[in-house]
Every structure is written in C-alpha cells, then in structure tokens.
C-alpha cells in the first residue's frame, strides 16, 4: 500500500519570505501522480500543484513549486514570496495511474502553515 | 476547474437517525466518486469509491452496512450514514475527477459536510 509522509505538523513564516513544505512518500509503481492541496479555515480543498511523476521537470504555479526527487521519493512544496492568504493546512496526496480516474487519493496527515505579518 | 457541490454543509441530527449526504458535479460527468471522512485536525481518509451503476468498493475497515453509498447517475452520489451515534460525528468529503481530462488526474472536491450526531 502507498503511504505520504509529512512530518512537518506546523510551520511558521514571515510574510513575503520562502517556506518549504516536506513530503515523502512509498510505493511501488513507477508511474503515478503527487498533489499539494490546501484546506484554508472554510475547508474547502484547494489544488496547489500536481507533478507527474514521468516528468522529470518539476512543477511550478505562480509563486508555487516543487521539487521532485522521484529516486528518494521526495515531494516537497516551496511557497516564495509567502502572502497572509497562504495561511491554511497543507496536504500532499498521491495517486497511481488512473486512466479512469477510478482511484482516491492516499493524503498526507497535513502540515498547518502559519504566516507571520 | 469543474464544480463539485455537496449538500448539505451542516447536519446534525440524533443518534440512531439516517443522514443522507448528496455530492453532484456540476459541469462534468463523473462514472466514479470518492467519500472521505476527516476528523478535527487530521487528514482525509478514503472511505469508499462510488461507481456510477454499480457497488460501490469500500476501504478496508469502513462498514458497507453503516455507510450506504449510491450512485445512480454521472453527476450524483449520495452517502447515507445509517442509524448514526455520537462516533460518527466528522467531516464528511467527496470529490470527482473529470474523465475528459487526460489522465484524469486531478480531483475536485466539494465543500464538505459536518455532521454532528447527538
């Protein structure tokens, strides 16, 4: 069974700087995708970032990346330039290949990001 | 990105009553949907993977009989908690993903359903 690992329950930043969230996973395929999802106070889920884990470049969004080490099995978020609205529980999921989109996500147990202003 | 609406947002009802929780996609076809169930500061447990047309494939340890899943059309699943008690106070979540995407691999969520069993 695929298990995410994060082990970061809570981290803290000053506004406009960087922060990294850590991310580790275990499976077995070679082929699979890897999610970061945000979960604010209305907790709502929010997709961050997705990274397929064929693609060797890493995935990037605005002021959002990754950084894939799919050897290690690593996943981690980097949020630059962090804004108040960063502020929320931060998820990071996996999923094998799904050609039907017939498989739920295995999430992480979260990271809760504290923005300082 | 496509909707996910889930009904209701709040419920609270008594033990030993049935709640019924509906989750629809909006603006797209979804053959397969997925429950979640998240306790107060942890994170979203598969319960169960609706099938549009047939059983639905619960997780291990989920009962089948205390969570009833139906999914009688591509746009709407509904999650029936059967004879509640107090334990099965959560947040109940469901998600889709849109097949027409390739891969099919991101997958939306609704809003959640916090259901409170006194």
């Known amino acids: 069974a695929q298990t995410v690992t994060q082990s970061q329950p809570e981290m803290s930043v000053q506004e406009a700087e960087t922060v990294t969230l850590s991310c580790t996973y275990d499976t077995s395929e070679s082929d699979y995708y890897l999610f970061w999802y945000k979960q604010p106070p209305s907790r709502q889920m929010i997709l961050v970032i997705r990274q397929e884990a064929y693609k060797q470049q890493n995935a990037t969004e605005n002021r959002f990346s990754v950084n894939f080490q799919k050897a290690a099995k690593s996943f981690s978020l980097k949020i630059s330039d962090s804004q108040l609205g960063d502020a929320a529980m931060y998820f990071c999921a996996y999923s094998p290949p799904s050609g039907g989109g017939a498989d739920g996500l295995t999430f992480g147990k979260g990271t809760h990001l504290i923005i300082q202003p | 990105g496509a909707v996910v609406s889930q009904h209701p947002s709040r419920v609270i009802c008594k033990s030993g009553t049935s709640v019924k929780i509906e989750c629809r996609s909006l603006?797209?076809?979804?053959?397969?949907m997925f429950w979640y169930r998240q306790f107060p500061k942890q994170s979203l447990m598969l319960m169960a993977t609706s099938n549009e047309g047939s059983k639905a494939t619960y997780e291990q340890g989920v009962e089948k009989d205390k969570f009833l899943i139906n999914h009688a059309s591509l746009t709407l699943s509904t999650l029936t908690v059967t004879s509640a008690h107090p334990e099965d106070s959560s947040f109940y979540i469901c998600s889709a993903r849109n097949l027409r995407e390739p891969g099919g691999t991101e997958a939306f969520f609704g809003q959640g359903t916090r259901l409170t069993v006194v």
């Open positions: 603006d797209f076809q979804a053959t397969t």
